[in-house]
Nanobody, 123 residues
């Protein structure tokens, strides 16, 4: 059983930066492709970014390309989301998830989820 714990959220002004972390325990982290999703109030959870188990490939939703960077450190059992040039529309609870197979941009099929971390971007 894998446990995921996100951290690094907070309140930031538009144009600022945050770095989210997701620490894994209880399993073989390097087996899992990892994804970041977010859910804004009143909206469905949406895909933000994902990275393959080896870190060789990364995927992003169009609205964050060029601003966000996903990375991982398998030795530290962690995945990160560096968020730059933040906008008010990035405000949401951010979740990390892990899966071994399938479409990384689809919420269905993720085996494990963290509890989420709040990101609030003020204008």
């Amino acid at each position: 059983q894998v446990q995921l714990v996100e951290s690094g959220g907070g309140l930031v002004q538009a144009g600022g930066s945050l770095r989210l972390s997701c620490a894994a325990s209880g399993g073989t982290f390097s087996r899992y492709h990892m994804g970041w999703f977010r859910q804004a109030p009143g909206k469905e959870r949406e895909f933000v970014a994902a990275i393959t188990w080896s870190g060789s490939r990364a995927y992003y939703i169009d609205s964050v390309k060029g601003r966000f960077t996903i990375s991982r450190d398998n030795a530290k059992n962690s995945v990160y989301l560096q968020m730059n040039s933040l906008k008010p529309e990035d405000t949401a609870v951010y979740y990390c998830g892990g899966r071994t197979v399938g479409d990384l941009s689809r919420e269905a099929g993720y085996d494990y989820w963290g509890q989420g971390t709040q990101v609030t971007v003020s204008s």
